[in-house]
């Protein structure tokens, strides 16, 4: 008998309800207001990137999936499974798992459950996520909460995944992270590691560093710069990448930002570094449609996740009509 | 006990909606590195997990279609990705997730009740004992009656299981016969049913008897070296061991060839002076020709009238005192004879002037089928006797494990069909009495496409073909045929054969309705099948099998005519001295030159055929004795052929 199953015989309301939000990933902390310090030239410029082969690397990417598996009054009860994996590229190009680990658990407002709904729940489930809430929220506040835990779960597993990782890299070996580097230190300050940020929320310019920031031509990398404040709790270097050209697209189509150890190296092999990921857009992650930014191995990395996720929390294709029959 | 080590799953079953697991075909996927291939067997054991209870349920199957693909979502993709530059695309850094995705079809499923869709298991390389179980070998291997017949090696994966065929389905009775389909020059079907029939001899079960084989050679020297050892590499003896026959040629080999039309020089390309001597005479006589009269006649001279002629001839006039009513009295039993029974038949008509009609049968049907067995000693000179005795195959006398080649290539092809109407006729009837001296023999004819087209006319043959492989596994008369194109060879005749084996196969060939079963991956490993490789329909194998088969270990007919090449016709004189030197070796040359220097041919040929047949302990003496009696009692011959008659109508006979 599965936890959630208790918990209905415990008197708890069945329900399958996968949120919109359940099935991705956000850079939240991407959205802060942060600032930045130019800490290559003094103002914004942009250089053309030649391709270089690629070093030896490691990819690193984590999954989240959630549903509202049953409902105490108007409280929900949220089965969350939180997985990330590192795959190592090979001598014959190949990705293969190196590390990876998941954790599947429950969430919910504990306090506000009714005992036996609770009980229920604490002798089935061998690890449940307390969110407090005070009395007469909204479940749909409920909903945030068990979001933000999920994710901050995730972010959890993959910091820990990237710093074993990193213990074991090889001398020439590149640890690459879906996402920021900033979110650990040890990750922020590994000589060989590099956050890759697909969506850009954070605005760390104005004016027309901005302009020129976000207009960089395809095969073209910015000036590095520090960021500072907002997401950025540990020191980390970065610059924008355009993978592909933009025009006739959108304004981040094939816009990468990349983050690095805060040293002066980064800077000398700023261009280095961004002719390697620019060889990473092929192959294309299609269909992943936002395969313009998408690097293919953090693809490959998702698409080993997804496929050992369980089935169950997958959004199902079938319509929410009332069920029929016994 | 010797403990196995658990074997490593090499696979897995997956199904989905668009296509699911179901009782007869299941698809898995592999590593893209991996050993097997079109037609390997494989094993799917349910797997057991967590919480899983697994029913126990083992599923066999052999693989019949294979797909790659990556997750490209489509083409135009890696061609952005490479900027349509070929040479980048090799040079992406990271290789693309791709599938090794395979379709199997079910052998068997043990339990075999409920049939159920194949489970979602790991797929394992079958081993030996899995190879058996799959192909339902074990009820046949293992019996307290073993009917075991190896046909060659199953091999996948580094695996070697020998592949066996149930006598009681290969020589009947429950089913019989063997058609093999490939394209000529690959020397794979003649090869094939000569591994084959070495097989049948070393492990013909006893509880059924002895067996033999009467092999036609209709094309060049094929069958003419069974007898001789041919090369095999290492391999090809350890193949042998590991099938338990001898790599070793046939014990027992009796060939048969017509003399050529100097009746004294063989018709066969084993003429040479070390092998020739092992070839037996193949010459018949009226005796033995009347009763297949009717492979003489084609389409449009079979008629009431010439049947009820020639059923008069063998009922009232062959081989029997007959007088024709115009004071002449007649005993047929040569085609001499009966060339004087019609001219006396003729002439007395003509000379006491009574009507066209002798004994209720007109004139031109009496014509018509003198002709047609007249002209038989013509176009069949040195097969058909006009005069003489007839030197045959030793009816009743059959050898176990012996194979009895006749040599009808150089024959004309309606000696040819002679040759097969009556050989196949006289074996049934023998083993219809039980008195062939064998329980069971395997009749191979190749070039079925000649002898039993799918749409030619009704030939005598081709009715012979299809009694056998309707009738024949009654009897144990086997038929293993060989064709180039299964397609075009009469349907029932292919139908019947129990087990089909099929070489490197022509694609135009495959196109046709008869190769629909198969799948294209099938279709394209028989297309560019190895010499040596075969795959074989039988029917205790639900589904098609490779097999691999060791080189017979005979010399193949075009090595032998290097090693052995066919010696020129001899001289008259000297042709008959060797042969009379064969049947003794005391007597000299020159003495038998002496002795026919003043006789004519025919006289020397009757003589010669009466030695043959009587085997006499003084060769000599009874040479001479038949020569000197029979050619002061028979007049001088003035024609050699058939003389026209004098046309009565516009009639063609």
């Known amino acids: ?326 | 006990m010797i403990a196995r080590p658990d074997p490593v799953a090499i696979g897995r079953v997956v199904a989905t909606e668009l296509k699911p697991s179901t009782p007869h075909q299941f698809h898995f996927w592999t590593a893209n590195e991996t050993s097997i291939g079109i037609g390997a067997i494989v094993r799917v054991g349910e797997s057991v997990g967590r919480g899983d209870v697994g029913s126990g349920r083992v599923v066999y199957g052999v693989v019949t279609d294979g797909f790659a693909y990556s997750d490209l979502a489509t083409p135009l993709h890696d061609v952005i990705g490479a900027e349509g530059d070929p040479a980048r695309a090799a040079e992406s850094p990271t290789v693309r997730q791709e599938i090794r995705y395979w379709t199997a079809a079910v052998l068997r499923q043990v339990p075999e009740e409920p049939l159920q869709p194949v489970p979602l298991g790991q797929v394992f390389v079958a081993s030996d004992t899995d190879v058996a179980q799959a192909l339902r070998m074990d009820a046949y291997l293992h019996s307290a009656t073993p009917t075991a017949i190896p046909i060659g090696l199953y091999t996948s994966g580094g695996l070697e299981a020998p592949v066996y065929l149930d006598a009681d389905f290969l020589l009947g009775p429950e089913a019989a016969h063997l058609n093999i389909s490939g394209v000529s020059g690959l020397a794979t079907k003649t090869s094939a049913v000569e591994f084959l029939l070495a097989s049948i001899f070393r492990h013909f079960p006893a509880h059924k008897g002895k067996v033999a084989a009467v092999c036609f050679n209709v094309k060049g020297p094929d069958l003419c070296f069974l007898d001789q050892p041919g090369e095999l590499s290492d391999e090809d003896r350890r193949r042998y061991d590991l099938l338990d026959v001898p790599a070793a040629p046939f014990e027992r080999v009796h060939y048969f060839a017509p003399l050529k039309a100097d009746g004294v020089n063989l018709n066969t390309l084993r003429t040479h002076p070390e092998l020739v001597d092992d070839v037996t005479p193949l010459t018949w006589g009226l005796q033995e020709v009347v009763d297949f009269a009717e492979v003489l006649l084609n389409r449009d001279d079979i008629d009431a009238k010439a049947d009820a002629f020639i059923d008069y001839l063998r009922d009232r006039v062959l081989a029997r005192s007959f007088d024709d009513g115009f004071g002449n009295s007649h005993n047929v039993t040569t085609f001499a004879d009966l060339e004087r029974f019609f001219r006396g038949v003729f002439d007395g008509l003509e000379t006491s002037g009574r009507s066209d009609t002798w004994r209720t049968h007109h004139i031109a049907t009496m014509r018509k089928v003198r002709n047609r067995l007249l002209n038989i000693s013509t176009r069949c000179k040195g097969l058909v006797t006009d005069d003489g005795p007839a030197s045959d195959l030793p009816w009743g006398a059959f050898e176990n494990r012996a194979v009895y080649v006749i040599d009808v290539a150089n024959v004309d092809p309606l000696g040819q069909d002679l040759v097969f109407a009556r050989a196949v006729s006289k074996l049934r009837e023998h083993l219809e009495r039980r008195d062939l001296g064998v329980d069971a023999v395997v009749v191979f004819v190749d070039e079925l496409n000649k002898y039993a087209p799918g749409d030619g006319p009704e030939t005598y043959v081709k009715k012979m073909l299809l009694d056998i492989s309707e009738r024949g596994r009654y009897l144990g008369l086997v038929l293993f045929s060989a064709e180039q194109f299964r397609s075009q060879v009469h349907r029932r005749v292919v139908g019947n054969a129990g087990t089909q084996v099929f070489g490197r196969m022509d694609m135009d060939e495959l196109a046709t309705p008869g190769y629909q079963v198969l799948s294209p991956a099938t279709k394209i490993k028989l297309a560019t099948l190895p010499v040596g490789e075969l795959m074989v329909r039988h029917p205790h194998f639900t589904q098609p099998i490779f097999v691999r088969f060791p080189k017979p270990p005979v010399l193949r007919g075009r090595d032998g005519m290097g090693r052995f090449p066919a010696a020129v016709d001899l001289p008259f004189e000297d042709a008959v001295a060797r042969q009379l030197v064969h049947m003794d070796r005391r007597i000299r040359p020159n003495q038998v030159k002496d002795l026919i220097a003043d006789r004519t041919e025919e006289d020397v040929r009757r003589a010669l055929a009466a030695v043959r047949q009587k085997r006499p302990e003084d060769v000599l003496a009874h040479f001479r004795k038949m020569l000197g009696g029979r050619v002061a009692s028979d007049a001088p011959r003035e024609r050699q052929v058939v003389p026209p008659l004098n046309p009565i109508s516009d009639e063609p006979y």
């Open chain 1, 1 to 326: 008998m599965t936890w959630w199953d208790a918990l209905v015989r415990a008197g708890a309301v069945p329900a399958a309800y996968v949120p919109p939000a359940s099935m991705g990933r956000t850079d939240a902390d991407d959205y802060a207001e942060p600032g930045a310090d130019l800490v290559e030239g003094d103002a914004m410029e942009t250089f053309a990137v030649l391709r270089r082969p690629s070093p030896p690397a490691c990819f690193l990417d984590g999954i989240e999936h959630w549903k509202v598996v049953g409902y105490d009054g108007v409280l929900p009860v949220v089965r969350a499974y939180v997985a990330a994996a590192v795959r190592r590229r090979g001598p014959d190009r190949r990705l293969r798992t190196a590390f990876e680990a998941s954790r599947e658990f429950a969430i919910a407002p504990l306090a506000g459950l009714a005992p036996e709904r609770r009980r229920a729940l604490e002798e089935h489930c061998p690890d449940v996520v307390d969110i407090s809430i005070e009395e007469g929220t909204q479940p749909g506040r409920v909903l945030e909460l068990a979001r933000r835990a999920v994710d901050s779960a995730r972010q959890a597993l993959e910091r820990a995944l990237a710093e074993r990782a990193l213990a074991r890299l090889g001398e020439t070996e590149w640890l690459v992270v879906d996402g920021l580097l900033s979110v650990s230190g040890k990750l922020a300050g590994h000589p060989r590691a590099l956050g890759v940020i697909k969506s850009h929320g954070a605005q760390f310019f104005s004016g027309a560093d901005l302009e020129r920031a976000l207009t960089v031509p395809a095969d073209t990398r910015t000036s590095v710069f520090r960021a500072r404040g907002g997401h950025a709790r540990n020191e980390v270097y970065s610059w924008y990448l355009r993978l592909w050209p933009w025009e006739g697209n959108d304004l981040l189509y094939g816009l990468l930002r990349i983050e690095a150890r805060a040293d002066d190296a980064t800077i000398a092999n700023a261009g280095a570094t961004s002719g390697w990921l620019l060889a990473e857009r092929a192959p294309i992650a299609t269909p992943d449609m936002r395969w313009d930014r998408l690097l293919y191995p953090i693809h490959d990395v998702e698409t080993y996740l997804k496929a050992r996720a369980p089935r169950d929390l997958s959004a199902s294709r079938t319509s929410r009509l009332p069920r029929t029959g016994t």
